[in-house]
DNA sequence: TAGTGGTCTAGACCACTCT
DNA sequence: GAGTGGTCTAGACCACTAC
């Protein structure tokens, strides 16, 4: 097979994309329709879609409900190793962040009791957060916070950085964390939440929280849309 | 919509999955052929294809080559942030590792020359590796050593650790390290040569390393099949 | 050589968004 | 209401793998 066909169209889409976004993309960074592509490149939709797909895949397009597809904005670099908030990374890439609290609730979490060592009616504060980044929602999380690290939590606000709030309200350290990341596939109230499709492509970041007396502090999850971020460790260790 | 027919497959096919790999699978992991899952899901290949890329997707399965579809095997606990060797870190999880060198040349290379402030034209001693656990590849790696580093490098084997190589033989110290991660779709030379359709859902890890008198020592790049593993880091700073 | 996955066609209907 | 993406059908041929 010299090569498909599809591959071929993907690599011409991409340069086209390339091309400062030429005549493809409209003011918005949105594609055509594409029944208007499939036309233009002589092929089916699903031949069509097989290409889009791809540079799905690729991180340089991505499509939003059933509004289309877009060109996806640069990557945001992320150091999931530093406390630094939110608002603050994105604000220093002269990025626009955001954050919505979704839910408020206090309710036992298998998974969190799991990973901090606590019975599994040991109950949580659990707080649901959708964040932005240019008024693109690129991630939801869940935090669950042990109740006796931090009682009365839930009277804060959590539009800005739970952990400057736990260290500078608590006086709690953050010191043991344990961090953990892997692909998966959007699905259910994670994808809903970010507006795209069931099966879009994510990375989940789970952290793990213990302070300096080792007690367990909190666990959150972190689910990303895959090419919203690079992720970026700086290390200074002599090993 | 109620729920598309190929997202009630996906959780089909996945719960039969679960089930202790039931009748489903073969001795080896491999599922039945994409017609004769479509026949007995009273489906098309094109809708079951879409469940079984889901599943792809959440890491479940993959294929290989032409030959078919496979359970994927639980992910290796990766920390890019630790130098412990490959066969360490794979045997330590009771897995079987093994790796292969694919070339060995010296040359320049921009992107390593880019990353650690040397001119275009430097040339670097430049190893590529394929690497299995319990023979399946799930990684292909390039890495450039500058030669004033290590002169005469070329001359040893490279079946196992490089670092501990720097470290023992050349004595030097790998003191700063900048790691970064984004997902990728893997194409080309490295889809090839890991045996997958391109296009397929990887990992892109880089490390660029500096000695502890800041002089550039090595630039590498590695390309991750991205059920194969899951990133983990521990820290225990004080911040 | 038989069977498989990879690719492709030419349609169709529905749910949703946008205006 | 028009247009769009999401889903689905019922085929087909080809390149490659396994036997």
Redesign the pocket.
């Known amino acids: ?1 010299a090569e ?4 071929r169209l993907t690599d011409r889409l991409r340069d086209a994309l390339l091309l400062e976004h030429s005549s493809w993309v409209d003011a918005d960074g949105k ?6 592509l499939a036309q233009r490149f ?6 069509l ?2 290409a889009l797909a791809q540079l799905e895949g690729e991180g340089r397009i991505h ?1 939003s ?5 877009f060109v996806s904005p640069l990557r945001l670099e992320y150091d999931p190793t530093r406390d630094a908030g939110f608002n603050d990374y994105v604000t220093a890439q002269g990025r626009l962040p955001r954050t919505e609290v979704l839910s408020l609730a206090t309710s036992p979490h298998a998974p969190a009791a799991n990973a901090l060592g606590l019975s599994v009616n040991h109950p949580f504060y659990h707080i649901r957060r959708r964040r932005y980044v240019d008024e693109r929602a690129v991630l939801v999380e869940s935090l669950w916070v042990v109740p006796e690290r931090a009682p009365g939590l839930l009277e804060e606000r959590f539009e800005f950085s739970l952990w400057k709030l736990l260290r500078e309200q608590w006086h709690l350290s953050l010191s043991h964390r344990s961090i953990s990341m892997v692909s998966e596939a959007l699905q259910g109230t994670d994808a809903s939440e970010l507006g795209v ?2 099966g879009t492509a994510g990375l989940n970041i789970c952290r793990t929280i213990f302070d300096d007396a080792h007690l367990p502090v909190e666990y959150d999850e972190e689910h990303w849309l895959h090419d919203a971020l690079s992720i970026r460790v700086e290390l200074k260790g002599t090993h």
Do not use: C, D, H
Not at 4 to 7: G, I, N, S
Not at 31 to 36: D, W
Not at 65 to 69: F, L
């Open positions: 097979m498909a066909y599809y591959q594609l055509p329709a594409e029944r208007i002589k092929t089916t939709r699903v031949t879609r097989q499509r409900n059933r509004r289309g597809w499709a069931s």
